[in-house]
C-alpha cells in the first residue's frame, strides 16, 4: 500500500469511530432500547475480555490448542482465577497471574512459552 492509502484508511477509520461512538450521545433520548436488549448489553465487556483472552490462553505459537498442564499460560490463567476466587481484588489478581506466569517462564518449568 502506498503511504496515503494507509492515511486514508486511518481516516475513515477514525471517522467510523467517532460516528458510531457519539451516535448514542448525539441522538441519546430519542432511541429508547428495550430493556431486554440493555440486560443483554451487560454482558458485552466481559464477552469480549474472554474472546480476547481466551485464546491466548489455550492455542500454542503453531496454532494448536494445548489444554494440557503443560501451558504455562493456562496454569498462570487457572492461578489467578484461583487467587481472584479467593482475595476478589481484580489488581492483585492481575499481579499474581503475571508473577505466576513469570516465575514458570524464568524457571522453564514447560520450556520457552510462546
Not at 68 to 76: F, S
Amino acid at each position: 500500500m502506498a503511504d496515503w492509502e494507509i492515511w486514508v484508511v486511518i481516516g475513515v477509520l477514525c471517522v467510523a469511530t467517532a460516528a458510531t461512538r457519539s451516535s448514542f450521545w448525539m441522538i441519546g433520548h430519542r432511541v429508547t432500547i428495550p430493556p431486554r436488549v440493555q440486560e443483554m448489553l451487560r454482558y458485552a465487556p466481559a464477552c469480549a475480555l474472554a474472546a480476547i483472552i481466551g485464546p491466548d490462553f489455550l492455542i500454542d505459537t503453531q496454532g494448536d490448542v494445548q489444554l494440557t498442564l503443560a501451558n504455562p499460560k493456562l496454569l498462570a490463567g487457572l492461578a489467578a482465577f484461583v487467587f481472584y476466587m479467593w482475595r476478589r481484588n481484580m489488581l492483585l489478581t492481575i499481579l499474581f497471574g503475571m508473577l505466576v506466569f513469570t516465575l514458570l517462564r524464568v524457571l522453564h518449568v514447560f520450556g520457552p512459552a510462546g
